[in-house]
């Protein structure tokens, strides 16, 4: 049983705390799911999800919009996370892929809302390039005006969901000034002709993940998502209160590594004892078990405080980030090592997870643009 003391940091509200219990219930009942065929997976899994109700929490309510609530976020990635890292990545993309429509959207792009957050669509968000994934503002990608509609012309790469989505959020060049200040956004359904899968991309901890290729993709002038010019700040925006609940899901890793290795050396006899008698062994644990409870810290405090009305949580967010998924990798190294051999046998859960974290080192915004958004901050005050 992993240690739910955090539920009674004064983070929380009830209703917090019930629905972490709710989804862990839920998850231990549904969760693993089979990944041998990804793509399906991951649409059973959004439909679950969304028949459960846990999908209303990922993008706004159109009918009565409501701000989202990171801390609820957040818990629902951490558990999952903790129970099966593909359903994780199921609900997160349902957010990540919305969240221009949730923030920005017009009240008719925000009907897509409805059916993400039943279930009965998913979406994705088309921000990376071949030449600009790090360095966002080189994209490539034209969005030209003509008339009542945009034409869309270029490749997108690293697109999670990328050929099962129902609707991508897709950023492109619509030229109003060099670099980051000349960027879109557009609401692109996938039926739209001209979007075609180039190349599945295959991963060390596979997901539904492509390239995509826009030739002479027309949309009507109504696509745009927010102003024109702005979708470098809108993605900005969008990325601040999803990061945080990227450090929420290595959390979910981290607890889960932790408490496999309680288990596995409370278990393990060797030498006439439990491996746990071993101090080397009992102080690996005790460094797990901080760094788990500092990335929650940090994880918390930037939800919390972005939930308390702050505009930007950049900072809190990069630091929530940085640290949980650093910090996860170490905790769930140690995991591996204290399971022997079989901490990197095909299928046990500590190598799932070895394999699983890695990548959220390196997505929306790898660890070492995290230090350079901190520092940046730090030294603006
Ligand atoms: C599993 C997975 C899922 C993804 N899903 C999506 C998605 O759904 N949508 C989407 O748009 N993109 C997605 N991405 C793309 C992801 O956001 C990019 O891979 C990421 O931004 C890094 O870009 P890059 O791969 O081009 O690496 P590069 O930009 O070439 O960077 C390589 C490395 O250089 C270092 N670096 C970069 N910038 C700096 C800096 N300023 N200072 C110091 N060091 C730096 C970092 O170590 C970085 O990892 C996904 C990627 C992966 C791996």
């Known amino acids: ?90 609900f997160a993309m349902q957010g990540l892929g919305t969240g221009a429509i949730s923030f920005f959207g017009t009240p008719e792009q925000q009907q897509w809302l409805h059916k993400t957050r039943s279930g009965q669509a998913l979406s994705a968000f088309a921000l990376s390039e071949p030449r600009s994934g790090s360095d966002v503002a080189n994209m490539d990608m ?71 290729s826009f030739k002479d993709v027309k949309i009507p002038a109504t696509a ?20 945080s609940t990227v450090g929420a899901a290595a959390l979910g890793f981290a607890r889960r590594a932790l408490d496999e290795t309680v288990n ?22 005790a460094e797990m078990a901080l760094d788990v409870d500092a990335a929650a810290l940090l994880v918390y405090r930037a939800a919390w405080t972005k939930d308390n009305g702050a505009d930007r949580v950049t900072r809190e967010a990069a630091m929530a980030k940085l640290y949980a998924t650093d910090r996860a990798q170490v905790v769930i190294d140690k995991a591996v090592q204290l399971h022997g051999g079989d901490g990197v046998r095909s299928g046990s859960v500590v190598e799932g997870l070895y394999r699983e974290i890695r990548a959220l080192r390196i997505y929306e915004g790898a660890s070492d643009v995290q230090k350079v958004v901190i520092a940046r901050q730090t030294l603006n005050g």
């Open 264 to 285: 596995r050396v409370q278990n393990r006899e060797l030498f006439g004892a439990p491996l746990f008698d071993l101090q080397m062994v009992q102080g690996h644990v």
């Open 142 to 212: 034209q969005a030209v005006l003509d008339g009542d509609h945009y034409l869309l012309n270029g490749e997108k790469t690293w697109i999670s969901n990328g050929g099962i989505a129902d609707l991508y959020c897709v950023f492109a060049r619509t030229g109003e000034a060099p670099g980051a200040r000349g960027l879109s956004a557009f609401l692109v359904p996938a039926e739209t002709p001209g979007l075609t899968v180039k190349e599945r991309l295959e991963v060390i901890a596979p997901h539904p993940l492509a390239t995509l």
């Open 224 to 243: 745009l998502i927010g102003q024109s010019g702005q979708g470098f700040k809108l993605s900005m925006a969008v990325l601040d209160v999803f990061r």
């Open 1 to 90: 049983m992993s240690d739910r003391s955090f539920l009674d940091w004064p983070f929380f509200d009830d209703h917090h705390r019930h629905l972490a219990e709710e989804l862990d219930g839920w998850c231990a009942k549904n969760l693993p799911v089979d990944h041998s065929d990804v793509d399906q997976a991951c649409k059973d899994l959004v439909a679950k999800l969304g028949a459960a109700g846990f999908l209303t929490y990922s993008a706004i309510d159109p009918d009565n919009p409501q701000p989202l609530d990171v801390r609820s976020l957040c818990l629902i990635r951490e558990t999952l996370a903790r129970h099966d890292g593909l359903a994780d990545f199921a």
